[in-house]
């Protein structure tokens, strides 16, 4: 099992930046892709960005590409999601997620452990 939490959510202005971190728990945390989703009110879950276990990988949608960065401290079990120049539109909860597979994955359903997620809001 692994335990994820997520914190740095918040409101900020169109423009602004904000970094969410994402702590776990549990089995070796080096040995998991880990990833970050996100759910508007009304839509689907959204991938964001996915590390692999080396930081050597990394993917994003497109949307957030150049805007957002996936980072991870095994060490510390840690991973961290710096998002700046941010729209309206990224206006969403964001979850944090673990997939016990070292291939990467952009799908929700390819992720075992998920955190409770936390919201971010930016105003216009």
């Known amino acids: 099992q692994v335990q994820l939490v997520e914190s740095g959510g918040g409101l900020v202005q169109a423009g602004g930046s904000l970094r969410l971190s994402c702590a776990a728990s549990g089995r070796t945390f080096s040995y998991y892709t880990m990833g970050w989703f996100r759910q508007a009110p009304g839509k689907e879950r959204e991938f964001v960005a996915s590390i692999g276990w080396s930081s050597g990988t990394t993917y994003y949608v497109d949307s957030v590409k150049g805007r957002f960065t996936i980072s991870r401290v095994n060490a510390k079990s840690t991973v961290s999601l710096q998002m700046s120049s941010l729209k309206p539109e990224d206006t969403a909860v964001y979850y944090c997620?673990?997939?016990?597979?070292?291939?990467?994955?952009?799908?929700?359903?390819?992720?075992?452990?998920w955190g409770q997620g936390t919201q971010v809001t930016v105003s216009s």
């Open positions: 997620a673990a997939r016990s597979s070292m291939a990467p994955a952009t799908f929700s359903r390819g992720y075992d452990y």
